[in-house]
């Protein structure tokens, strides 16, 4: 089964941006459908943006819309989240996540089957 390692989290002033990465371990994300969610203490886990393998066709949470984008390299093996114009309210764990669909995009948490260990995005205000 794929692992999934994210990097790119930190500290960050508000208004500033970050990009998270998420790679797989031990094989490619060809037939991937991958998603971003992120997660507070006490708190759900809430969706943030997903991707599409097929068409690279894209979701993006109301709460983020214009501010963050989700995207793919195949040529780097990854799939970003840009986070621009963060603001304190963004600050969580952010979690990968990937399920094997090629046509289909999930943004309910319960139909991805492969989590990375999340990083933490703390945005001060």
């Known amino acids: 089964q794929v692992q999934l390692v994210e990097s790119g989290g930190g500290l960050v002033r508000a208004g500033g941006s970050l990009r998270l990465s998420c790679a797989p371990s031990?094989?490619?994300?060809?037939?991937?459908?991958v998603g971003w969610f992120r997660q507070t203490p006490g708190e759900a886990r809430e969706f943030v943006a997903a991707?599409?393998?097929?068409?690279?066709?894209?979701l993006v949470a109301d709460s983020v819309k214009g501010r963050f984008a989700i995207s793919r390299d195949n040529d780097k093996n990854s799939v970003y989240l840009q986070m621009n114009k963060l603001k304190p309210e963004d600050t969580a764990v952010y979690f990968c996540?990937?399920?094997?669909?090629?046509?289909?995009?999930?943004?309910?948490?319960?139909?991805?089957?492969?989590w990375g260990q999340g990083t933490q995005v703390t945005v001060s205000s």
């Open positions: 996540a990937a399920k094997s669909a090629y046509y289909v995009v999930y943004i309910n948490s319960a139909d991805y089957d492969t």
């Open positions: 991707i599409r393998w097929s068409d690279d066709y894209t």
């Open positions: 031990g094989r490619t994300f060809s037939g991937y459908a």
